[in-house]
C-alpha cells in the first residue's frame, strides 16, 4: 500500500546486469507492458550508445527496454513536454513514463492545467541528486578528470563526490563542490535542487537505502503505483526484500545532506540577485534582457507554459514584432506567467542562447510566492496555481511583496 | 505509435547548430534541443528554432516543369532532362555557365563542377560565394596563404578583443554573439564598424565606430598609424612571421589623420581608442562579412583588416585573426568543391596544372585551362544557364539590367525548392530534394564538416540535386563519370581529389558530434581547429602586408539622388526570403521590406513612420515602408533584402571588385519620395 518501502531488483539476469541497482526500474517497466497495463513507456536512452545524448524514447515492444536501462547524468531531456506536445499529454493512451523530480513535478503541474491526463499515466520516479550539462560534462571529463569522454561508461553523484566509471573497469573521483567552483559540475537547477527523492511520482527507485550495487529502494507514493508494485511481486515480474530500519534511516539522511546541500547554492545564488540595490537589480536585468534575441527558446523548453496561441507571438499585437531585444514587457510576462509554479527543471535557462540566468529568477520568485502562500509547485495535483486562485482579500493583506 | 528523436544541423546560416527533429510516422512534428552539440549546446536562434517548417510549405516544387506557349506545365523527369540535355548540347564552352549556390551540399556542389568542367568543357561554374566572400580569398591568399576562417567557434571565446568589421552580429551570427558575450564577461572589449546604430552597436559593442558606408579603408589606415606612432605594434611577430612592414609603414607615414576623420566621420578619439584597444590586446579576433566585402573595393577592405591583424599580431592562435563569415549553410564547402571558375576543387587554380591534375583524377581528357566568366558576367554573356538553388534576380545588383539580360537568354535551367524570382524566366524547372530529405555533407563557417541524414523523404517526384544532374550527364553520354549510386561515393571522391578532406569519412563524421575541421590529412588526424599556428600557407610561410588607399564609393550622393543607401539583413530572415517567408512565426515578425530613414531626414521630407514611400536610383525604383529611427545616421538609409515584392538589388549599382568581382552593394546613391 501507498507509503510502503521495498528492495527491490529484477529476477531476470540480462536485465539486472544490464541496467544499474539490479534492474528493477526496467523490471517494473517490462511488466507495465507485459501485463497491458500500458500501451506505452516513456523513457530514456542513450542514442546511438552515446551517453552524452540522452533522449526520450517512446517504446512499445518489451524487448526494446533494455536500451533505456541504466542512468545518465549527462543528459536532461524534457519528459513533461515530450508527453504534453507529442503524446497528446497521455490523453488518448496509457503511458509508464520515467521521471526524475523535476520532470514528475512538471507532469503534475501540466495535469493542473489539463494538458496531461495523470490518470493515463504511471509515473516511475527516479531519485536525482542533478545532471551534469551535457556538452560541458565532455570538456569536464577531458579537462578535470583527463580521460576521453567516449571511455566514461558511467556516473554517479554520491555525497559530495563525483564518481565516474571508465572502460578499463577503473573509476576515478572528484570533489564535486571544487568542480563547481570552477564552473563544472552539474546543471545550475540541479545544484539548488531540493527534491532528491520523487514522492510526488507514483513510485520512487533509488539507490540510497540499499547496501550493494544489485538493488533498488522502493517507495510506494500513491495508491496507483502501490497496487500496481503489488501487481508486480504478484506477477513474478520482481523481486523484494523488506528494507531495514537502518536502510530507511541512511536514505533519509543522505537526502537530508543533499537538501542542505541545495539550500546553500540557492542562498548563493538568490544572494547574487538579492543583495543588489533597487537600481543595480533594475541596470543588472535590463542588461541581461537586452541580449534576448527572441528566440522563444525559454518559452517553448518551459513545461509549465503550454497556451495554444502564446500571447507573446508575433500575430497578438501585444509585443512589438520584429524587434531585437524585445519590449520588455516579452521576460516580464514570460516570467509573470509561470513564477507561481515553478519546478526549477532549468529547462529555459539550458535553451537561451544568450546565456540569461532565467531559471534563477523564476524559481527565486517561484520560492518567494511559495513562502507566501504555502504553496509548493509540481507536489499535488489538487493544489492550483495560488496566483490563479489568490482572493482579493489575500492580495489585500499587508507585509505581502514580492521583489527581484 | 511510431517517434523518433532525430539529430540534424540547422539548415540556415553557417555556423551549424545542432537540432533534434521529433519525426512520426515519416514527418517532422517538431524539433527539440540537441544539448550535446558542441556549437550551440541545445540553444538556437530564432530561425534555428523554426528550422523544419519550409519543408512543408504547400508550394514547393514537386514536379519537373517546362515552358509551353509561355507556361511552366508539369512533365515527367524523363521529357524535362532530354530537353535539358538536347539543349545544352547546343551550348559552347564560351556560351554555357552553371551557377551553384551556397546552400548546396558538397557532393551536390562537387558534381555540379565536375558536370560543368567534364560534360560542358568550361570552368564557367560559378556559385554565390562570388557576391559576398570573394574578396576573402582575394585578399588573404597573398597576405596569409587562405581566405578561410582562421579559428574555430568554441575559440572565439579565447579573445579579449574583438573587431566586427561591419557584421551586425546579433542578427546575423546569434550564436556567434553568444560567445563573445561570454568573452566580454570575462572582460574583453568588443570593436564595431558599421554606419548604423544596429542592436549589435546597442547591446555588444563598447566601441561603436559609426563610419561613412565605404570608408573602411581610411579608418584602418588610421588606426594603423596611431599604432605605429604609439610604437603599439607587435615587433616581434612582424619580425619573425611577416614580410613587406617598411613598405606600409612608409606609407602609413602620410596618412593625415585629420583628413580620415573627414572621410570617415568617426571622432578622431574614437579612432585612436579602437586602434590601442585592439593593439594592446592579448588575442585580438576579427570577424567580418559582407559589410566589409560587398564594396567595388572589397579586397582592398579584407587586405587593410589583414594588415592591422599582422601589425598587431593577432593571428595564428586560437581565437584570433581575421575571419571571414560566410553566411550560408556551405558557403565554405561549394568554394572548397570548386564551384568557381578560377579554381579546380580543392583551391587549385586553374590553369594547365591543375586541368592536369584533374585530369588523371577523372580520367578524362581536354579539362578546360583557362578561367572562366565570373558570376554577373555569366549572367550577361552565357544564353545557356543552369541555375541550382540560387535567386540571381534577387542576389545581384540593378536587377532591371538582369531581368533584360536573361529575357534575351536561349535557355535557362531553374533546379530549386520553390518558385522563385529566376524561375519565373526559366524554360525548364527541376524540383530538388533539401536538407533532410537526402544524406549529405556541408562544410559550415569554420571549415567545419558534418554530416545531415536523411530524415523524411522529399516531396512528389523531387530528387537530390546530384542524382538530376548525374542523370543529365548520363543522357549528355558521359554516364560512367557520374555513375554514383550515393552521396557517399560522391564523398570518397571528394576525399581522393581534394587533400584537406582525404581525412574525413562518413563513419568518422556520423561518429563525431560536431563534426570535423578541414584540414585533415588522416583518418587518425583530429582535425584543424586553428590555422597558421606555426606558419601561414604563403609560399615563404610569412604573412605579407600589402599597402591599401583609400577609394570612395563608386557613386556618392549628389542633388539629384542625396542620400547614401546600404542593404542588410534582419535576425528573423534568411537571405532572398525563399524558406523564412514561408515560415508563419519568422515572417509574422518582420512581414514585409521597410526602409530605415532618420527621424532627421523624415521631417525634411515629410515622412512619417509607416508611410509608404518611393526609392529611386539610376536603376530602378522600389515602394517600402518608412520606419523612422535612429538605427540609421542622417543621410542614410537601410534596406534589407529579403523581400522579393520590394527587391533591394533594383537599387544597388554593379560596380564591381577588379580583383574579386564582387558588387558594390553595401553603397549606392539613392533618392527617397512619400508615395503620393
Known amino acids: 500500500m501507498k507509503g510502503d518501502m521495498y528492495i527491490a531488483r529484477s529476477p531476470d539476469k540480462e536485465t539486472a546486469d544490464k541496467a544499474e541497482c539490479g534492474g528493477a526500474v526496467t523490471a517494473l517497466l517490462k511488466f507495465a507492458l507485459e501485463s497491458k497495463k500500458v500501451e506505452a513507456v516513456v523513457a530514456v536512452k542513450a542514442r546511438d550508445g552515446n551517453r552524452y545524448d540522452g533522449v526520450a524514447v517512446v517504446i512499445t515492444d518489451p524487448k526494446d527496454l533494455i536500451e533505456t536501462a541504466g542512468s545518465l547524468h549527462c543528459a536532461s531531456p524534457n519528459i513533461a513536454r515530450f508527453l504534453k506536445e507529442y503524446l497528446d499529454g497521455a490523453f488518448n493512451s496509457k503511458i509508464a513514463v520515467v521521471a526524475k523530480p523535476c520532470d514528475a513535478k512538471a507532469i503534475i503541474e501540466l495535469a493542473k492545467r489539463n494538458q496531461i491526463k495523470l490518470d493515463n499515466l504511471l509515473i516511475i520516479g527516479l531519485n536525482c541528486t542533478g545532471t551534469l550539462p551535457s556538452a560541458k560534462a565532455k570538456s569536464l571529463f577531458k579537462e578535470q578528470f583527463e580521460v576521453e569522454p567516449a571511455d566514461v561508461v558511467g556516473e554517479d553523484i554520491e555525497g559530495n563526490e563525483l564518481i565516474i566509471r571508465l572502460k578499463d573497469g577503473s573509476e576515478k573521483k572528484k570533489d564535486l563542490a571544487e568542480l563547481e567552483e570552477k564552473g563544472y559540475g552539474r546543471r545550475e537547477n540541479c545544484r539548488r535542487c531540493e527534491t532528491n527523492i520523487p514522492v510526488m511520482a507514483d513510485i520512487a527507485c533509488g539507490k540510497w537505502g540499499t547496501t550493494d550495487k544489485d538493488s533498488t529502494f522502493i517507495e510506494l507514493c500513491s495508491d496507483k503505483g502501490a497496487d500496481f508494485f503489488e501487481a508486480a511481486i504478484e506477477g513474478g515480474a520482481i523481486k523484494v526484500d523488506q528494507p531495514s530500519g537502518n536502510a530507511v534511516e541512511s536514505r533519509k539522511k543522505k537526502d537530508q545532506a543533499a537538501v542542505e546541500s541545495a539550500q546553500k547554492w540557492q542562498e548563493k545564488d538568490f544572494a547574487t540577485l538579492e543583495e543588489m540595490s533597487a537600481e543595480e537589480k533594475f541596470s543588472y536585468w535590463s542588461e541581461q534582457f537586452s541580449h534576448c534575441i527572441k528566440c522563444y527558446g525559454c518559452r517553448d523548453a518551459c513545461p509549465i507554459c503550454y497556451c495554444e496561441v502564446c500571447f507573446l507571438e508575433a500575430e497578438r499585437g501585444f509585443i512589438p514584432p520584429g524587434e531585437v531585444p524585445p519590449h520588455m514587457l516579452f521576460p516580464m510576462v514570460r516570467i509573470t506567467h509561470v513564477m507561481d509554479s515553478c519546478v526549477n527543471c532549468g529547462q529555459c535557462q539550458d535553451a537561451c542562447a544568450m546565456d540569461i540566468p532565467i531559471s534563477r529568477l523564476i524559481f527565486m520568485l517561484s520560492k518567494k510566492i511559495g513562502a507566501i502562500f504555502k504553496h509548493e509547485p509540481g507536489m499535488d495535483v489538487t493544489a492550483l496555481p495560488p496566483l490563479r486562485t489568490v482572493t482579493d482579500q489575500e492580495l489585500g493583506q499587508e507585509g505581502v511583496e514580492v521583489t527581484f | ?676
Not at chain 2, 90 to 105: H, K, L, M, V
Not at chain 2, 428 to 449: F, G, M, Q
Open chain 2, 1 to 676: 505509435m511510431s517517434i523518433e528523436c532525430l539529430s540534424t544541423i540547422c539548415p540556415y546560416c553557417s555556423c551549424g547548430c545542432g537540432i533534434n527533429l521529433i519525426v512520426k510516422d515519416g514527418r517532422i512534428i517538431g524539433q527539440e534541443p540537441w544539448k550535446e552539440h558542441p556549437i550551440n549546446e541545445g540553444t538556437n536562434c530564432p530561425k534555428g528554432k523554426n528550422a523544419y517548417q519550409f519543408l512543408y510549405s504547400e508550394d514547393r516544387l514537386k514536379m519537373p516543369l517546362v515552358r509551353k506557349n509561355g507556361t511552366l506545365k508539369e512533365t515527367s523527369w524523363e521529357e524535362a532532362l532530354d530537353l535539358v540535355a538536347s539543349k545544352f548540347k547546343e551550348a559552347t564552352p564560351e556560351n554555357f555557365g552553371f551557377i551553384a549556390s551556397c546552400r548546396n551540399s558538397n557532393e551536390d556542389a562537387y558534381v555540379m563542377q565536375k558536370f560543368t568542367r567534364v560534360v560542358m568543357g568550361t570552368n564557367n561554374i560559378e556559385y554565390c560565394g562570388r557576391l559576398c566572400h570573394s574578396p576573402a580569398a582575394a585578399a588573404l591568399i597573398p597576405a596569409m596563404g587562405s581566405g578561410v576562417m582562421q579559428t574555430s567557434q568554441p575559440e572565439i571565446e579565447l579573445a579579449d578583443c574583438f573587431f566586427l568589421a561591419g557584421v551586425n552580429l546579433r542578427e546575423t551570427f546569434p550564436m556567434i554573439a553568444r560567445r563573445v558575450l561570454r568573452a566580454k564577461a570575462r572582460g574583453a572589449k568588443v570593436i564595431y564598424t558599421d554606419p548604423r546604430k544596429t542592436t549589435t552597436a546597442r547591446h555588444l559593442a563598447d566601441i561603436h565606430l559609426q563610419l561613412r558606408s565605404g570608408t573602411d579603408a581610411a579608418l584602418i589606415n588610421a588606426m594603423m598609424s596611431i599604432i605605429l606612432k604609439e610604437g603599439l605594434e607587435n615587433k616581434e611577430f612582424i619580425a619573425s612571421r611577416t614580410a613587406g612592414i617598411d613598405e606600409l609603414r612608409a606609407f602609413l607615414a602620410k596618412v593625415d589623420l585629420k583628413q580620415a576623420e573627414e572621410i570617415t566621420g568617426v571622432p578622431l578619439e574614437k579612432i585612436k581608442e579602437a586602434a590601442t584597444t585592439y593593439a594592446k590586446a592579448e588575442r585580438g579576433c576579427i570577424l567580418y562579412d559582407q559589410g566589409m566585402s560587398q564594396h567595388y573595393v572589397g579586397t582592398d577592405n579584407v587586405r587593410n583588416h589583414a594588415n592591422l591583424a599582422l601589425l598587431c599580431g593577432h593571428a595564428g592562435k586560437p581565437g584570433s585573426g581575421i575571419n571571414s563569415m560566410r553566411g550560408q549553410i556551405n558557403g565554405e564547402g561549394s568554394g572548397d568543391m570548386g564551384c568557381l571558375c578560377v579554381f579546380y576543387p580543392g583551391f587549385k587554380r586553374v590553369g594547365e596544372d591543375s586541368a592536369k591534375l584533374f585530369e588523371e583524377a577523372w580520367g578524362v581528357k581536354n579539362l578546360p585551362t583557362k578561367p572562366g566568366i565570373t558570376y554577373i558576367d555569366m549572367l550577361y554573356k552565357c544564353p545557356y544557364l543552369y541555375i541550382v538553388g540560387g535567386d540571381p534576380m534577387m542576389v545581384v545588383p540593378d536587377t532591371n539590367n538582369v531581368k533584360k539580360a536573361l529575357e534575351q537568354a536561349n535557355f535557362i535551367v531553374v533546379q530549386d525548392i520553390f518558385p522563385t524570382e529566376i524561375s519565373k524566366l526559366a524554360h525548364v524547372v527541376l524540383p530538388a530534394a533539401t536538407w533532410v530529405e537526402r544524406e549529405a555533407t556541408h562544410t559550415w563557417i569554420d571549415r567545419r564538416v558534418q554530416k545531415i541524414n536523411k530524415v523524411v523523404d522529399p516531396p512528389g517526384e523531387a530528387k537530390p540535386d546530384w542524382q538530376i544532374i548525374c542523370q543529365l550527364a548520363e543522357k549528355m553520354g558521359r554516364k560512367n563519370k557520374f555513375n554514383f549510386s550515393s552521396s557517399g561515393e560522391i564523398f570518397e571522391e571528394i576525399r581522393r581529389c581534394i587533400p584537406q578532406y582525404k581525412g574525413i569519412t562518413y563513419e568518422r563524421l556520423s561518429k563525431t558530434v560536431g563534426g570535423i575541421h578541414w584540414p585533415c590529412p588522416s583518418e587518425e588526424h583530429p582535425g584543424t581547429p586553428t590555422m597558421f599556428l606555426e606558419k601561414f600557407n604563403t609560399p615563404d610561410g610569412l604573412g605579407h602586408f600589402q599597402v591599401v588607399e583609400y577609394k570612395p564609393p563608386a557613386e556618392v550622393p549628389d542633388e539629384e539622388y542625396p542620400y547614401f543607401l546600404t542593404t542588410g539583413r534582419s535576425i528573423f530572415h534568411y537571405h532572398t526570403g525563399a524558406m523564412t517567408r514561408r515560415t508563419p512565426k519568422l515572417n509574422d515578425e518582420v512581414g514585409s521590406s521597410f526602409v530605415e530613414v532618420n527621424p532627421e531626414d523624415a521631417a525634411k521630407v515629410g515622412v512619417k513612420d509607416k508611410d509608404l514611400v518611393t526609392l529611386k536610383t539610376r536603376r530602378g525604383s522600389i515602394e517600402a515602408e518608412a520606419k523612422v529611427t535612429d538605427e540609421v545616421p542622417p543621410g542614410l538609409l537601410f534596406i534589407p533584402f529579403h523581400f522579393a515584392d520590394s527587391c533591394a538589388n533594383v537599387l544597388t549599382i554593379s560596380a564591381l571588385d577588379p580583383s574579386a568581382k564582387c558588387a558594390e552593394t553595401k553603397v549606392c546613391a539613392v533618392k527617397m519620395e512619400v508615395k503620393a
